[in-house]
């Protein structure tokens, strides 16, 4: 069974909530404008090839916004993915832009540590985030000053409070269009607009990452369940989403742009790594991310920057 035929369900406000992510995406191409005629756009949207990111970029070239996309190919991605990606590109009106890991620092962890490291240790997999996520990030948004995600406050616990309009990053404003929108109401537009999605949605994966830390759920199973299934519930992050609470629960990223991202490197203990007779089984939502959305909290006035 087709993940439209068991998911499309509008909510009773559905209307009202297209018109506000669309309102908000015109804001965002508005605000965000080329500085000068022709140029690229300061806003892009952060396409993971999820069910949410086909529905903003549908809509970002439905309605003819000059704002850019990107996607991150991991190296690790499922056939189906890399499928989708493919595609956009050859089928985006907006320009589509691949973003791939450094192929050194790929090929020294992959030599040190070995191909499959993330199941070795919490730290490892958050390591191999940094290389195969945060950094081509940090280069896409390199000159951007706003970005667009799909993140859903019904997503996780940790999302519950998503706001439409993210400004707790000092450097760079995020877009969340789709803040308030039910998986119900995501399928629902994909299935009336005809939408190309992940084939892997068919086979239970609301939620894909890479394939090696990504497998199908179960009947019960939360959202985000397959996704690092052999870790810990609380340990879940990689710093895409999540922004930290203290300084305790994150260290400061190497990188050297503006300061703009932070590592979401926690001091695990390996007992934390779990061998849970039900791997994937959730049990407490609020961590679970993989990294790319860890943001540093917004400058206090008269900080410096």
């Known amino acids: 069974m087709k993940a439209t035929e068991i998911n499309a369900r509008a909510s009773s406000d559905y209307a009202t909530k297209l018109a506000r ?31 949410e990111d086909m529905v903003l970029a549908h809509l ?49 962890f992959v030599q040190r540590e ?23 990030l940090e280069r896409a948004l390199a000159d951007k000053r706003a970005w667009v995600t799909g993140l859903r406050r019904e997503q996780s616990g940790a ?11 000092a450097h760079r404003l995020k877009f969340n269009p ?24 068919d086979q239970f994966y609301p939620s894909i990452g890479c394939e090696p830390c990504t497998r199908a759920i179960s009947l019960g199973e939360d959202f985000r369940a397959g996704r690092w299934w052999w870790e810990n519930e609380s340990a879940k992050e990689c710093g895409l989403h999540v922004k930290p609470h203290s300084s305790h629960e994150v260290a400061v990223s190497q990188s050297d742009t503006h300061g703009a991202f932070v590592s979401a490197q926690a001091d ?35 900080a410096q920057a």
């Not at 499922?78 to 791939?100: D, G, N, W, Y």
């Open 21 to 51: 992510t669309q309102e908000l995406l015109e804001q965002a191409a508005r605000d965000y404008a080329p500085v000068m005629p022709g140029g690229p756009s300061l806003v892009s949207l952060a396409c993971s090839l999820g069910a």
């Open 60 to 108: 970002i070239n439905t309605l003819h916004l000059n704002i850019g996309i990107f996607v991150l190919d991991t190296g690790r991605l499922h056939t189906q993915t890399l499928e989708l990606m493919h595609q956009l590109k050859a089928t985006s009106r907006a320009p589509v832009e691949i973003f791939q890991p450094q192929t050194e620092a790929v090929v020294t």
């Open 114 to 136: 070995g191909k499959d490291a993330m199941y070795k240790s919490i730290e490892l997999r958050k390591a191999c985030c940094q290389i195969r996520k945060m950094e081509p």
């Open 159 to 169: 999302r519950a409070e998503v706001p439409f309009i993210d400004d707790s990053n």
């Open 178 to 201: 789709l803040a308030e929108w039910t998986w119900g109401d995501v399928w629902f537009y994909i299935q009336q607009n005809n939408v190309a999605y992940n084939q892997l949605h």
């Open 268 to 302: 695990f203990s390996a007992a934390e790594v779990k061998g849970s007779p039900e791997p994937g089984r959730s049990q407490n939502e609020n961590a679970k991310e993989c990294g790319l959305h860890v943001q540093q909290e917004p400058l206090k006035q008269g």
